[in-house]
């Protein structure tokens, strides 16, 4: 079942590009997150929108937020993609995509690639914004409108 606006965000716990387990759960609550779903680390698509993050990042944490990029990537190719392209924010390992599941991001182009999905979460738990377009640079400012409107 897929995830909606005004649904309370599911927790979880995943590995980060350190190999240190984030637990999801210890945050939501208290602080607001935007948590993006994206294919796969150092495709064109995935670089842009992450670096984008990564350009703005400094206005959603004076906002107060807390960014995470999640893909099937293990936990090394997050830790050479973060490197790579200076990422201030973790990037998650969904091996599995148990995640995506969770959060019922579908997948695209017929099926063959996972989906680009941007959830914006608000600091009691609520999701406030999904968001799904394989046009990467359209969810940062997205995302940093609901965080700001917060």
Same mark, same amino acid.
């Given at each position: ?28 609550? &208290? ?8 294919? @796969? !680390?150092?495709?064109? =698509? ?6 984008? *993050? ?41 091996? &599995? ?8 991001? @579908? !997948?695209?182009?017929? =099926? ?6 941007? *959830? ?31």
């Amino acid at each position: 079942m897929a995830l909606k606006v005004g649904d309370k965000a599911p927790g979880f716990s995943l590995k980060n590009q350190d190999g240190k387990d984030v637990s999801i759960d210890s945050l939501l609550g &208290k602080v607001p997150m935007v948590i993006y779903f994206y294919p @796969k !680390n150092f495709t064109p =698509g995935c670089t842009a929108q992450a670096c984008s *993050f990564r350009d703005q990042y400094q206005d959603f944490t004076d906002a107060g937020a807390k960014v995470f990029g999640i893909s099937a990537d293990s936990v090394a190719s997050h830790k050479r993609f973060r490197a790579k392209h200076n990422l201030p924010f973790d990037t998650l390992s969904d091996q &599995k995509n148990k995640i995506r599941r969770l959060y019922g991001v @579908k !997948n695209e182009l017929l =099926g063959l690639l996972p989906g680009r999905e941007t *959830f914006v979460i608000d600091s009691a738990g609520t999701v406030k914004m999904r968001f799904n377009s394989m046009m990467a640079g359209k969810h940062i400012p997205k995302a940093l409108s609901v965080i700001k409107g917060l």
